[in-house]
């Protein structure tokens, strides 16, 4: 008889997202004259720009003749891609990270899950609460924490409140931890993090030999131009931090896939030996193992969200997005509902009304207003009495969905 991970045996009711289509699916059933619209998942809608569309098809028809032709790519990715990822985001913000210590990919989910395959059992683990289930969920399937309790918090992982008492910014642990999960701007609260709070983790994280995930993939959304884009604009992260980006949110990837992680080569971590190992050359030696690279025309079109048109057609659609979220925002808080997020986020965070817990609220919308929404609760303990609304769809949709909200009466 095969034998299976038995840790999977450990998750909680299944992952959220697929919890909510089979309400869905449930609720269409019963309702199937009834017009979702969806502001749940964070999926874009708008076109791809017109620059990637274009570079994508030129390298199409160049993949048609012999000349053109591209078959395996390298696995790391096309230099020329790492090339202008490193100059534009990172040497014009002030980061010394090279075209070498970057890594492309299908997609950041992938890689914040992927990279445990690089990092030993036995390190002590934190996230915040709540979180992106994914940081989560793989650490339970790789087997690095016990069963979940009446709270659906997982033994050997120390969650660190994100609340409205601490303007959501989550306290440094109580105890040392090896390993940190931190995702700015936050999906889900949608809050957004300074300068001098990214330093106050990276001097954590040198100061107990720990390594910090640092999820960027909202980074395009953010207003402010004295904030920081990336954990490495600050002092000594280097030494301390791998991030991952994506395409899809800024550039509309999501169907394409395209993402990269950025691997310091200063990086180390320890054996159980005791020895100093290079985590840039364990992340190298793991995806040229298991990973065949992106397509050739793929990467073409992320190539060109860099181009000057590309540059200004995706801080088009990054506009756009966020004239929807501060749509949803003045909407919300006209009905009485407290919201946070949608500054630098694509993604509001609603607290839900006195005594309606999370799920309640996220039915009340698809009942009464055939909204779909996100329940926080699925995103950890912390996550109840709240639900996360994307800003990811059609300005008509989004104005709709704030004109049924109100009809329906919730406040």
Known sequence: MVLVNSH????????????????????????PDADLIRLGIGDVTEPLPPACREAMETALAAMGTAEGFHGYGPEQGYPWLREAIAHHDYQQRGCAIEA???????????DTSNILDILGPGNRIAVTDPVYPVYVDSNVMAGHTGPADEQGRYGGLQYLPLTAD??????????PVDLIYLCFPNNPTGVVATGAELQRWVDYARSHKALILFD???????RDPELPHSIFEIDGAQECSIEFRSFSKNAGFT????????VPKALTGQSHGGESVSLWNLWSRRQSTKFNGVGYVVQR??????SPAGQKQVAQLVDFYMENAALICQQLRSLGLTVYGGQHAPYVWVKTPDGVSSWQFFDQ???????VSTPGSGFGFAGEGYI???????????????ARIAQSGVQ
Do not use: W
Not at 11 to 23: H, K, S, T, V
Not at 100 to 110: H, N, P
Not at 166 to 175: C, D, I, Q
Not at 301 to 306: D, L, N, Q
């Open 8 to 31: 999977y045996q450990k998750l909680q009711a299944g992952y959220l997202f697929p919890e909510i289509q089979r309400r869905i699916k449930a609720f269409a059933a019963d309702h």
């Open 100 to 110: 070498d210590e970057i890594f492309i990919s299908d997609g950041s989910k992938c």
């Open 166 to 175: 601490n303007h959501f910014s989550a306290p440094l642990p109580s105890t």
């Open 216 to 222: 960027g993939a909202y980074e395009a959304f953010i």
């Open 255 to 262: 169907g394409t896939r395209c993402a990269f992680t950025v």
């Open 301 to 306: 079109g992320a190539e060109a969200v860099y």
């Open 365 to 371: 919308l698809l009942r009464g207003a055939h909204v």
């Open 388 to 402: 996360r609304l994307s800003a990811f769809n059609s300005r008509a949709r989004v104005e709709g969905a704030m």
